[in-house]
């Protein structure tokens, strides 16, 4: 039989390192957020080897008393709250207790710190989780922490450190982010004993100019606007200077960057009839909402975010970036480097707020018989758009009559009629078909013809080098080129027809954000959902009958067809009953 027994302490702290400390960067991140909580002003980071070997983060904030030192290091031991209502209402950035205790269990830690009115610093040493005694030190008001040699007693967890440009392009995003977020503090980066980046306090403008440089800042756009208690502000680039990367992408809610989906389509749903699908609008908003109304304990790393009402909040971003769009429409509004800070509403807003949508940027040839392949390649071995077997019964979505307003399919059954939306029935499809190969083992791959080259950031760049495995298993092929270009060879077979940059694209910054094995476990729908998504026939695409017959098959044959992956429904009926009613028959 086998002895149950609590985990020793230091062997609990290594497993949450684990998730808390997934390489220098992530360790890196969570020493600013506690700089930023102590009320720094000035924070200097140094790192050697990509963080590898040293991370070291000074700050000027509060420091820490004497008698708290080891209790810093303790794992579940925070100062920032003390109930599950202050939880609830989390405003610092920290809350969980367990990064310090973490990093300390996977490294030779040392915690420095004075408070303002000591006479002196303290110091505390951890190697590998034990606890040397506290000692005096010399050293201004505020903590040091340096990090030495991370993950020298988990061998495991080291063979997953990347090449030092690697790591140290991670370590320098968390810090453009961080600096990004917080305008109002100094920030310095050092790495082997060269400045990578200086900046002093500054106004928020100045701040993305130097992060992002010059070029982009002086046509920034400048957007502030608050309804019903929440407020977006920030930067957007007008469509004129959209990237070919989508490497000037950052959202921020509540002073913490966040990747969130519903708050990234709310940006490229705004931006979507004025940029080509294969451009990436750069911008640098801020989300400020009562803390109350956004769940920031989603896991540990705390990168996402759950909204209380995510539809009010994807609204409101939609349609704040789609005033301001139709501004620069008009030619009408001045950029942020002249009108910053004053409120930019374009003068031809509301006309073009209430006017007809313009239409989408026209498809490719390509895309528009994408549709009829995705379909039919699999069905030729398979089964015809209409049923072969000679039975009595009409199939159960019937047969397709019309298609209405370019977005939806019109049949007849033996209930009545049946109305399918079919981007979110062909989405369902493919999203079926991709999870259901790579349950069975992996996703189909299909070389293309002309492999795509693409223009990556940094981060994705190295992401291909190092998710090789978990690329093939999605059904990819790519390879890096240059720091900042990619190659894609092959694509996912369902997805064939799907834009391969775009498709590409999304996934390495899932990957690249998330890691290779939280895509493919806890995030692998989202992360299928988004795929498919790229593959779906769009609005406005007209179908033939037998196309629209096609998708019906497809349907009946998909397991949860009545459900688009976003958890609208795919099709509904309305029945000759429902319909006598409406024209008042047989009453
Ligand atoms: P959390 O940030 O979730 O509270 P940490 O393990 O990151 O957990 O830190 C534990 C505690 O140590 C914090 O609650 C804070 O009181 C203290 N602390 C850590 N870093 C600093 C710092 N740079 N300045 C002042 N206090 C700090
Ligand atoms: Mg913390």
Redesign the pocket.
Known sequence: MSTIRPLPDLLVNQIAAGEVVERPASALK??L???V??G?HAIAVELASGGAKLLK?T?D????DRD?LT???ARH????IATLEDLERVA???????????IAAVSHLS?T?RTADARHAWRVEAHGGTLAPVQPAAAPT??N?EVRDLYFNTPARRKFLRTEATELAHCDEVLRRAALARPDLAFTLQHNGRTLLRVRPEGALDRVRAVLGGELAAVLLHLDETSAGVRVSGFVAPPTASRAARDYQYFFVNGRHVRDRLLAHAVRQAFQDVLHHDRHPAYVLFLDIDPARVDVNVHPTKSEVRFRDPQAVHQLVFHALTRLLAGTRAGGVASAATVSGSDSRGPASAFAWSGPHQQPIGLPVREATAFYETLFASRASNAAPFPQERSEQAPPLGFALAQLAGVYVLAQNEQGLVIVDMHAAHERIMYEKLKNALEGSRVPTQQLLIPATLQVSALEAATVEESGETLALLGFEMASLSPTTIIVRAVPAPLQNADPASLARDVLGELAEFGASRVLTERRDEMLATMACHAAVRANRSLTTAEMNALLREMEATERSGQCNHGRPTWTQVSLAELDRMFLRGQ
């Open positions: 969570e020493l957020e506690n700089s909580d102590a720094a983060v700050d904030g509060c420091g820490i708290e209790l810093a290091l031991a925070t100062s920032k610092s950035l920290g809350f969980r207790g367990e990064a310090l205790a973490s915690l710190s505020g903590t922490v």
